[in-house]
């Protein structure tokens, strides 16, 4: 499964403060996304992490189908909208997540290139 990695460029000296902001996290009712593609293929949202050192804060999504239409999912999610809405006194660079257009546009400018991604084939894995 592909990952993603969205970073944020916080300020330093904050970082109990940003953890707080994600331990009440609300999770999605669901983790199957509304599917934007034309053939109706599924996307889905199968794990995140969010790590944190110094002025950098990382999150990292473990997804299914189409990155865009999990961007747009995620701008509808209220968790979603509350950590963007607590980490706005911590940012160094503003973020624009108010509206959904706001959201996605953020989100992919905040995607880091993904070097290598690595992981056992399905067979091996469910031995």
């Given at each position: 499964m592909p990952f993603a990695a969205i970073s944020y460029d916080v300020k330093n000296g904050f970082e109990d403060e940003l953890v707080e902001v994600f331990a009440d996290f609300r999770r999605p009712d669901t983790s199957?996304?509304?599917s934007a593609a034309p053939d109706g293929t599924p996307s889905r949202?199968?794990?995140t992490a969010v790590f944190i050192r110094?002025?950098?804060l990382v999150r990292f999504i473990e997804?299914?189908?189409d990155l865009t239409a999990i961007a747009k999912f995620m701008a509808a999610q209220p968790g979603v909208r509350e950590v963007e809405r607590k980490l706005k006194p911590y940012l160094r660079t503003p973020r624009d997540t108010d509206t959904e257009e706001g959201f996605v546009r953020t989100f992919t400018a905040s995607l880091l290139r993904s070097v290598t991604q690595l992981s056992?084939?399905?067979?091996?894995a469910s031995s």
């Open positions: 199957k996304v509304p949202i199968l794990s110094d002025g950098l997804y299914e189908g056992l084939p399905k067979a091996a």
